[in-house]
């Protein structure tokens, strides 16, 4: 579950929020004037488990130098 809280919350207490980070592994959302603007996540040392995630999903590969949705242009119709 990511947590959100504003940036005049987070402030005095970022050493508290960066120990709950890295012992829960949850994200955090901080926002200014209810707007989102930074998020902080754990650190993850295996970039390929990440990766993984993507593995196997690319269904179709045709001509990878084409542009994507040129149909959906306005302007070119």
Known sequence: MTNIISKSLFKPQAL????EIEEQGQELIITDHAKPVIKIIPFRQEPHVILQELRNSVLDYRDPFEPVGQEDWEILK
């Open 16 to 19: 508290k929020y960066f120990r």
